[in-house]
């Protein structure tokens, strides 16, 4: 048993789940040379337990994150009030110049509203400063728990389970979804493992007709599957976002190695006083502070501020 109360077993099914989360378990208990009726009931027991969360994530063209400062008192109310809104994808209290952080997805011109008619009625709100992201090196989706040999994670993988960094502008141009996609994403965002039978109840729609618009959904970048899970039931109780400035000729490389790192669970290059913003989970203040004196990648920074996050509301569109 591991030091966190998961069993290897378990750590090892979290890693399966979180290369394809829609996995069957029959392939799961395959990959990992299990037995199919012992994978199935550890992982469906931490799925009821709320371990785990499998859901689809509506995705957007644009994204901002929201560095909120709030009176005295009213953090916790302000980070309550931005994950119960419906476009965002994470809220957490943090220590530092900011009280809260908050990443807005959005489609269009509508950052202008956001900003300036709908962010000034937060409970609390004094200030806010944003930053708009530019490019992804790394989302919730593509971190992983690192617990599979590299064979097993490339035997569950498909060609729709990998960590889609791209900018959601490209795709198709001018496809709006129809009322059944809409139906077939809102039982996707409750369930991401839900069957193709289930949904096809759910939506009245044929088995086949869902099977192919969940395909063409997660295949033309409108949802993503992700299997998620708090970094504190992995033992991982340190969670640090650090706000990283650094010469424009350096932000790809620095984005790209961090990306790499085992720690960085989210990086993203990003407008405004820094270039990276990255989410990191590590064990203990200890191993942070290794993390953040390694000069294989700090070198290429000129200044960095690192905030510790105190509570996480909301995560990957999933309230908690």
Known sequence: MAQDGLSTLQRRIIGAL????RATWRKIAQVLDEHERTVARQGTEMLAAKIITVAAIRTRESAVIMRLTCNPGTARLACESMAQRPDTS???????????????????????????????????????ATYPVLKYFRTIRGWRVGVLTAAE???????????DTRQQGVREQNVRLTDNDELIAQALQRDGRASVETIARQVRL????????????????????????????????????????????????????????????????????????????????????????????????TNMQTTMVLQARKRGGQLL
């Open 206 to 301: 044929s088995e086949s007709t869902v099977s192919r618009r969940v395909d063409w959904l997660v295949r033309n970048s409108h949802l993503a599957i992700r299997t998620l899970v708090e970094p504190e039931a992995l033992g991982l109780r340190t969670e640090a976002l650090l706000w990283i400035h650094t010469a424009p000729s350096n932000v790809e490389a620095l984005g790209t190695a961090l990306a790499r790192r085992p720690e960085v669970r989210y990086a993203a290059g990003v407008a405004g006083d820094c270039q990276l913003v990255v989410d990191v989970t590590v064990e203990n203040p200890a191993q942070l502070y290794q993390f953040l004196a390694d000069a294989s990648w700090s070198k290429s920074m």
């Open 153 to 163: 994670e490339s035997a569950m993988g498909t060609e729709l389970t990998k960590d």
């Open 90 to 128: 994470f809220s957490y209290m943090v220590t530092g110049v900011g009280d809260v952080v908050s990443e807005v997805v959005y489609e269009g011109n509508a950052l202008n509203e956001i900003l300036n008619l709908q962010l000034p009625s937060t409970p609390g709100l004094t200030s806010c």
């Open 18 to 21: 979180q290369v394809d989360g």
